[in-house]
């Protein structure tokens, strides 16, 4: 079980406060929703220890993981926006996912791109991709990541519906077959009605369910 539990935290200067509370099993999606400015993305960077809260805690199965730097968290983030690397190829970008990117060649990124409707394009350069096409290179690393936390903050932006759908699928089958504990950002309501087992929305800095 995923625990966030009482967190709270609020910017210097800031008139607003945020207190984050919410529960997600192992192998269940949480979508999250709510305006632009809501705090999405502060309750995602303090998940991923970008930000420190000032009182409360996340719990995995049990132990907290406050303290523990972004780099050694259990936590795969997709990023709304600025994920790839432009200078390196496709492959490169995909194994990353893996923590080197001399292994694009690897069975596992060759699978990944495979996932994602990419089969070929490995050595092209991810800055010769069309923005959907980035958006899938940048979901298929951060699922590769396989990490017990997933974060993914608008993750089908670009894509049209014919595309979105198998890849909504995809990431919903990983995430029960892994156990993952997940939660999912997207202004899109087909999203949410797609993958959410539960939905939490921001209100007023506080989250609410439903």
């Not at 192998?27 to 809260?53: C, Q």
């Not at 190829?89 to 995909?94: K, L």
């Not at 495979?114 to 298929?140: F, T, Y």
């Not at 699928?169 to 087909?190: F, K």
Request: glycine share 10%; net charge negative.
């Amino acid at each position: 079980m995923l625990e966030i539990d009482r967190l709270t935290f609020s910017y210097d200067g800031g008139t607003t406060g945020f207190a984050f509370d919410m529960s997600i099993k192992p192998g269940e999606i949480a979508g999250l929703v709510g305006p632009s400015g809501a705090g999405k993305s502060t309750l995602f960077d303090l998940i991923a220890g970008f930000l420190e809260p000032a009182s409360g805690d996340i719990q995995l199965a049990g132990r907290s993981i406050l303290g523990q730097p972004p780099e050694n968290r259990p936590v795969s983030i997709l990023f709304q926006s600025d994920n790839l690397f432009d200078h390196l190829s496709t492959g490169a970008n995909v194994a990353l996912g893996l923590g080197s990117t001399t292994k694009a060649n690897d069975e596992r990124v060759l699978a990944a791109l495979d996932s994602m409707e990419l089969s070929g394009l490995g050595k092209r350069p991810a800055a010769r991709l069309s923005g959907g096409q980035k958006q899938r290179v940048a979901l298929a690393r951060t699922l590769l990541r396989n990490r017990p936390i997933l974060l993914l903050d608008e993750p089908f932006t670009g894509l049209d519906s014919q595309t979105a759908a198998p890849i909504r699928d995809l990431v919903a089958q990983m995430v029960r077959a892994n156990r993952w504990h997940a939660i999912v950002v997207s202004h899109q309501a087909e999203d949410i009605e797609a993958l959410a087992d539960r939905t939490y929305r921001i209100e007023n800095g506080r989250t609410v369910p439903g």
